[in-house]
């Protein structure tokens, strides 16, 4: 039986521009099978949409709760992503 896997779309707050968490993002979502996406948005905050299994979702958003060094996360908005549309793999979007 497969597990059935988890969407969800979240926005991280605080200092996460400039500080390579697109790219700490990216590898870590990759290194837990993740698929999705990350991006910058003007106010200076983070989106990402996370796909995969329940456990390695939930483990993501944990660690997005502190991000790479020189990261100063404030908060972690967290919501379930509605009609998605999920890469293939796990990409940093410009």
């Known amino acids: 039986m497969t597990t059935p896997a988890e969407t969800r779309h ?11 968490y697109r790219g700490w993002t990216q590898a870590t979502a990759r290194a837990l099978g993740l698929r999705g996406w990350v991006q910058n948005d003007p106010d200076g905050s983070v989106r990402a949409l996370l796909h995969g299994p329940p456990e390695a979702v939930a483990q993501m958003i944990t660690a997005m709760q502190d991000g790479p060094p020189g990261a100063r996360v404030d908060g972690v908005a967290d919501a379930p992503a509605t009609d998605p549309q999920i890469p293939e793999r796990f990409e940093v979007r410009r």
């Open 10 to 20: 979240l926005r991280i707050t605080g200092r996460v521009q400039g500080v390579w």
